[in-house]
């Protein structure tokens, strides 16, 4: 199995432009999780998935943030307008169990 | 969540068994203990859980004291690939409840 698969793996872009992170679970796994990781917060889950409902989101820092999971196999986090804040690694797990993490991907905003 | 402490860093020499501990005093009857690592730039790796028997798999063994207030991972035979944070966490396994990281412990093993 290939594991967690995020997308893209680096991403740059200005303050006010829309971003969309791309995470598609392991086969089979029915829990999807999306995690912020920065130097100040840690690693701070924002929402995460069963069967493809989001049962929590209390993690998500605002309105600007909105995760969908259209289907078993691929999941979005759009974050819209950017802003420097945003700045962090953005991880996708999936789990049955024990969660698996992709590899994250690295957002900077300017 | 129960919340966990967990010494900020340490040091093991390669080879050497690394012992990792942590407190959990306010663990419930049906939340089990995991252990996580964070290796520099990628994201976290399960190690090993356990409810209240000792538990051994191909990374680590887990230890849990009786009372279940803390516990210990062993990394039997540390190596440098097993420079990382690692995070001792407690949940209930019902419900796949979300995962709580605290900021772990910093492991690093010295050549």
């Known amino acids: 199995d290939a594991g967690v698969i995020q997308s893209p793996r680096h991403e740059v872009t200005e303050m006010g432009q829309e971003v969309t992170l791309r995470c598609k679970p392991i086969s089979g796994h029915d829990y999807l999780f999306w995690y912020r990781q920065t130097m100040m917060r840690g690693l701070e889950l924002l929402i995460y998935f069963n069967n493809n409902v989001p049962i929590d989101d209390s993690g998500m820092p605002e309105d600007r943030f909105s995760a969908k999971m259209p289907n078993a196999s691929f999941s979005t986090l759009k974050i819209q307008p950017s802003e420097p804040r945003d700045s962090a690694v953005y991880f996708c797990?999936?789990?049955?169990?024990?969660?698996?993490f992709g590899p994250g991907t690295r957002l900077t905003v300017t | 969540d129960a919340k966990t402490t967990q010494p900020t860093s340490m040091d093991c020499a390669e080879g050497r068994a690394a012992n990792l501990p942590c407190n959990h005093s306010?663990?419930?009857?049906?939340?089990?203990v995991y252990w996580y690592r964070q290796i520099h730039s990628q994201g976290p790796q399960y190690i090993i859980h356990g409810l209240k028997n000792n538990e051994t798999n191909e990374m680590a063994s887990l230890i849990i004291t009786e009372d279940r207030k803390s516990s210990t991972l062993i990394l039997p035979h540390a190596t440098l690939r097993d420079t990382a944070v690692y995070y001792c966490i407690v949940r209930a396994n019902f419900g796949n409840e979300k995962l709580t990281f605290g900021t772990g412990t910093r492991l690093t093993i010295i050549p």
């Open positions: 797990a999936s789990s049955i169990y024990e969660q698996y």
């Open positions: 306010t663990i419930s009857g049906n939340e089990y």
